[in-house]
């Protein structure tokens, strides 16, 4: 049963989470977490046509984007939200001609070109089939976009401990040209750590390694789906090798979620042939996802939790030294291996490139942490994540 302070603990958390969702009320739609429509109008003969009027609506959430065509007969709609969209084309003196069915991807164009037929405003000329942006023609860019659908049917091998939740970028390897695994993945044979990392076009990665987020990836559930660009990609994110870039969930003139709980633990597993007795392990993950209308058409929310929680202990007898004080103080002077050699600690703050393709560090002088540097608290065993987003227009 919940404690009263437990249920005072939650309920502060869900408020906090709700009031820091609203403040942050508008999507920020210049982002390279966003797509785009682009395409040409023409007439029956094929000579283009200016000042057409274009409205694309977003199927979901029926927000509304306009512009019209330009003396070229061109027209491009940037700074799309991802999904599926219906393209209606407008103009004195002909047909209206709507496109359904348009699918805008992460940081991709697609192309819906227009050819409309003489007749009257009214009447209205409807294509269904599908457009989707299959092959990049306003750049040399070679990407991979991986689907929510893809990430959520096809089976994700973990491990155990700390690094055993289900991370989405390990399905970036579904990407031709990177390997390695997902620490140390590399793009089409660079060096280790060369990437970088984005979400919703922002970036999001640790400064000190390179492609590294900077407390874990994006929670699992939340992620709509992402872009693996790793040869030409724009000059915006030059400085990398790779990028990756991540399209959180948004949500929708409909009330959508999901709950999950992933459990594994020793009384699943059966005993090693070679050991007296299993090892104790429990590992579960659990969470959920929210979205819906705040005024429909117009403001959405989504918002997602998910938890991670790990235990376990070694089988047979195990030896625990505690630290001396002097080690407790960050006194490592006299901290030698069995050949009476100092082992040196290095200062993770230091991290820089060695010429060499890799990384160092620089020691600390005399082997001693400063003061200002340690801290009483201990490694926390449990991981939270959360992700909010609104959307308005």
Known sequence: MMKTQDWGRWGCLMLALLTLGLVSERVALAQAGTGSIRGLVTDATGSVLPDVQIEATNVATQLKFTTTTTGAGIYTLSSLPIGVYTVVAKHAGFKQFVQENVDVATASTTAVNIALALGEVSETVTVTESVAPLMQTDNAEVATVVENRVVMDLPLQVGSGGGGRRQVESFIFLSPGVSGDWFTKTFNGSIDLSNMAQVDGIAWSNSEVPGRFFEGTPPFEAVQEFKVANTLHPPEVGRAFGVTNYTLKSGTNRFHGNGFWFNREDNFDARGFFVDKKRHEIQNEFGGTLGGPIIKDKTFFFGSYSGFRFATAG???????????????????????????????????????????????????????????????????????????TTRR
Request: charged share 25%.
């Open 315 to 389: 089988g047979g007898t195990q030896l625990i030294t505690l630290p001396p004080a002097d080690f407790r103080r960050g006194d490592f002077s006299r901290l030698k291996d069995d050949s009476g050699n100092l082992i040196q600690l290095h200062d993770p703050d230091t991290t820089h490139p060695d010429g060499k393709g890799g990384f160092i560090r620089d020691p600390f002088p005399g082997n001693i942490i400063p003061l200002s540097r340690l801290s009483a608290q201990q490694y926390p065993r449990e991981l939270c994540q959360s992700a909010r987003r």
